[in-house]
């Protein structure tokens, strides 16, 4: 019998890297006491890993954005609408003529305001407001006593100023006669020796009369003769200055006079009166008030008609001119024309004036400070594509709108282009055309919505 093995010594570190469930050469060990049914544990596999979630996730966006591709090129974003909430207007052709919608107040159409000439103290009131007057009556008086005191100064001074007056002309007067009785007595004396002369001279020539009588008379005559001369050439040049001074003094008198009537006339002036026939719609006076020269005490509104000034953007005052037509809105049921008699070139908070008056018929009802819509014609009229005014305009500004298909079911966002505008439609210009239906209702609701589905 060969020899058996002798068992093969193992160490503790072989025995724990041979597989398990075998022990010394192979053997099997024990049931629980180490081997593989006792020891390993089966794990069970996860179905949704993060892999796997996010795969999902990403055809899930594929999809949706596929989706959403499609859905654009077939129609775009639709919304669903109630066709009762909106209005639809239809697109026509026709005579269009721009206008402006404006607001003004009427006006008597001449007023005269009341200033103060001269400034005083009110002493009395003789018309009330509202009251009608006629030109030249009393509505209050004045009192000024310097005006009254240079008054009494200067008439003084004019009464002295013709009293000196009187005067040199009495004193002229005086002279004049008492240079020409000198002439007189000159002019008689000189004929007086002229006959003389003329007697002695065929005696002087006979010797019959001394030398000494003839040379006297005639020397005498020769004296008178110049003496005459020169007195009437003083007389001429005395005359002269006389009358210059004559006439300065009344010049001055005049002046004086002149300076009386004015002080006269601020006096008159001191009681304010109508200057014209009307209604006095303001008067602002109260007994005891001092008032100062160009006080402006109220107004008369001469009842000659009524006007409307109104108010229009500066936006528009280059097309707008003397003569341009307007129409009122119904005033007790009926329009009436106007036309701008005014347009006044100052500019104020983005806003300057026109003056209107009615070119026919003026209403009855009317009254002073009533407010007056009308419209302004803007343009002549002519024929254009046109759609109704409609809240849509604030979300689009006209360069877009809805609208509406045939069918009627839906409506389908369109680029547009308008132009002018009126009180009733806007100009289309590019995008629409006579007969379409669109929606004119406001759009703040339908965000982004490229379709409008009508339930």
Do not use: C
Not at 72 to 78: A, D, F, I, Q
Not at 142 to 148: D, G, I, R, Y
Not at 339 to 358: A, C, G, Q, T, W
């Amino acid at each position: 019998m060969a020899p058996s093995n002798p068992p093969v010594k193992r160490s503790s570190i072989d025995t724990l890297l041979s597989p398990r469930g075998s022990g010394p050469a192979g053997a099997s060990s024990p049931k629980g006491m180490g081997g593989g049914e006792g020891m390993d544990r089966q794990i069970d596999k996860k179905t949704w890993t993060n892999a796997r979630i996010g795969m999902v996730l990403a055809a899930v966006a594929f999809i949706v954005l596929v989706g959403w591709g499609l859905s654009t090129t077939t129609g775009g974003r639709k919304l669903n609408v109630d066709l009762e909430r909106v209005s639809i207007s239809e697109v026509t052709f026709g005579p269009f003529q721009e206008n402006i919608p404006a607001t003004g107040n009427v006006e008597p159409r001449t007023t005269v305001f009341l200033d103060a000439v001269e400034g005083g103290r009110i002493e009395e009131i003789f018309v009330l407001e509202g009251e009608i007057i006629e030109e030249g009556d009393p509505i209050l008086r004045l009192s000024n006593a310097t005006l009254q005191l240079s008054l009494l100064q200067t008439e003084t001074q004019r009464i002295e100023q013709n009293n000196r007056l009187e005067d040199t002309r009495f004193r002229v007067e005086q002279q004049n006669l008492s240079m020409r009785q000198q002439i007189t007595d000159m002019d008689y004396n000189i004929r007086r020796l002229r006959r003389e002369e003329k007697r002695l001279k065929p005696l002087f020539d006979q010797k019959m009369v001394s030398s000494a009588e003839y040379e006297r008379v005639d020397d005498e005559l020769q004296y008178l003769i110049q003496r005459r001369d020169l007195t009437l050439r003083s007389y001429q040049q005395d005359s002269l200055r006389q009358r210059i001074q004559i006439d300065q003094m009344e010049d001055a008198v005049q002046r004086m006079e002149a300076n009386f009537a004015l002080i006269n006339d601020r006096l008159a002036n001191l009681t304010l009166r109508a200057p014209v026939s009307g209604q006095l719609s303001q008067l602002n006076a109260e007994l005891g008030e001092l008032k100062t020269s160009g006080f402006r005490f109220g107004q008369i509104d001469v009842l000659d008609g009524v006007k409307v000034r109104a108010e229009i953007d500066e936006f528009h005052i280059s097309r707008v001119r003397r003569g341009q037509r307007a129409v009122t809105t119904s005033i007790a049921g009926q329009e009436y024309e106007m036309e701008i008699r005014r347009v006044y070139p100052e500019v104020s908070n983005s806003r300057f004036k026109v003056d209107l008056d009615f070119t026919g018929e003026t209403p009855t009802s009317i009254r002073r400070g009533q407010t007056v819509r009308f419209r302004l014609e803007m343009s002549d009229p002519e024929d254009a594509t046109v759609v109704p005014l409609g809240a849509f305009f604030q979300a689009t500004g006209g360069n877009w709108i809805y609208v509406v298909d045939p069918s009627g079911d839906f409506a389908s966002k369109r680029t547009i282009r308008l132009g002018r505008k009126n009180l009733d439609v806007y100009e289309v210009l590019e995008g629409l055309s006579a007969g379409e239906r669109v929606v004119t209702s406001s759009y703040d609701t339908f965000g982004d919505a490229d379709r409008l589905v009508f339930n």
